[in-house]
């Protein structure tokens, strides 16, 4: 280093505090720290950015994986190893060897905080408010039959109140959805962020530690650049999705206890309707994990050629060879995009069907009813001689 670039002053970037840390809780909820950038009057640069959460910074949710990781692997290893010799002394051993310690299992288990707890309790109120909204549409409905049959019956049957309850509900659910809906997201996205601050850092820990990479079996650059660059991404982005399973048995117990208590034994349609309307869902799965996996590799072999040719650009220039190794590189680059197509439209369509199910299943019930209780489905006719009497 020479003098002149000793004596250069160290530029320190200044960041504001971070908002959402300050905020109370219910300002909190509703995003009241981002309003700061939506109202601003003049293009955002590097100063309006604000520092990480405490919580979320690198550094912190490294060490906390790490404390974890390292001992739970040091313990596999020995125990491998004590498998594999116990094998060489007794080939006839039984013992099965240890189960691998689960490295998702372990991901959740340190980055979670009562943000993680926040986000999950909201996804379950959101699910338990979005699955009632039919219980709430039929409070009102009743209410107008029954004004209906008041009307008819001249007072005698049926109500004439206003189903205040009902209607203020089906208000004020949507905003009370949405607002859970945008906070159990943005509690999720905490932990995806933390994961895979700890998954990169872990394996740039573990690169610099590898002397000589060319030496060290499947840890080529290419390979590494793509763990950082997508993996880590990808398992991040999945996090959120997996906690959506929890509201998959809302989505199906709740609406079941109120089929069984309206239509009796046509219960039975929905639930063969459903298991029929999701079947498709679980070979779509299978399909778009191999696309997924196709994806994978080949991104791992594109990153690989391309750095590859990267380091020995010059002697590729000096040959004349641009040619040769770009369709080299653009060989798996097409097979990477028609995995990304695929697997997009496989997830496109596993989605439509989850979302068209609900009114596939609707139609069902209601035909079905209808057509067991075709002579008076809704009971009018019935009310109607009564008022004549």
């Known amino acids: 280093m020479t003098k002149q670039q000793e004596e250069m002053p160290k530029v320190e970037i200044k960041r504001k505090h971070n908002e959402e840390e300050r905020y109370i809780w219910l300002a909190n909820w509703f995003m009241c720290f981002i309003f700061p950038f939506v109202c601003t009057c003049h293009p955002l640069t590097d100063d309006d ?34 498998h594999k010799n116990e094998l060489l002394l007794n080939p006839e051993s039984k013992t099965k060897p240890q189960r691998r310690p689960g490295l998702l299992r372990m991901l959740i288990g340190t980055q979670s905080s009562y943000f993680t707890a926040v986000g999950a309790i909201a996804l379950i109120l959101q699910t338990l408010i979005e699955v009632i909204q039919p219980f709430m549409s039929k409070g009102v409905l009743t209410a107008i039959v029954n004004k209906v049959f008041w009307k008819q019956s001249g007072g005698v049957l049926g109500s004439n109140k206003f ?35 700890s998954v990169v850092c872990a394996m740039y820990d573990k690169s610099f530690k590898i002397k000589n990479m060319s030496s060290a079996g499947s840890a080529d650059t290419g390979r590494i650049l793509s763990l950082v ?119 496109q369509l596993v989605f439509t069907i989850m979302r068209v199910s609900g009114t596939i299943i609707n139609i069902a019930t209601f035909s079905v009813y209808c057509a067991v209780y075709s002579d008076d489905p809704t009971g009018l006719s019935i009310v109607h001689q009564r008022s004549q009497l």
């Open 163 to 197: 189903p205040f309850f009902f209607g203020i509900w089906l208000i004020v659910a949507p905003t009370v959805i949405g607002v859970l809906d945008a906070l159990s997201n943005r509690m999720l996205l905490h932990l995806a962020s933390r994961v895979r601050s």
């Open 49 to 82: 950015m604000p520092n990480v959460h405490k919580n979320d910074a690198a550094r912190p949710a490294t060490q906390r994986f790490m404390t974890k990781f390292r001992p739970s692997f040091e313990k596999y290893d020995s125990e491998v190893r004590s």
């Open 229 to 347: 660059s997508t993996d880590s991404r990808q398992v991040a982005e999945m996090l959120p999705t997996l906690f959506m399973f929890l509201s998959i048995p809302f989505y199906f117990i709740v609406p079941l206890i109120f089929l069984i208590l309206d239509f009796k034994w046509i219960v039975v349609v929905p639930l063969i309707v459903s298991v029929l309307v999701m079947l498709p869902n679980f070979v779509l799965l299978g399909s778009f994990m191999k696309y997924v996996k196709s994806y994978m590799q080949h991104n791992d072999q594109r990153n690989r050629i391309t750095n590859e040719t990267f380091q020995g650009i010059r002697v590729v220039k000096y040959s004349g060879l641009e040619d040769v190794f770009k369709a080299t590189i653009n060989k798996p680059r097409s097979l990477q995009i028609h995995a990304i197509k695929m697997k997009t439209f496989l997830f």
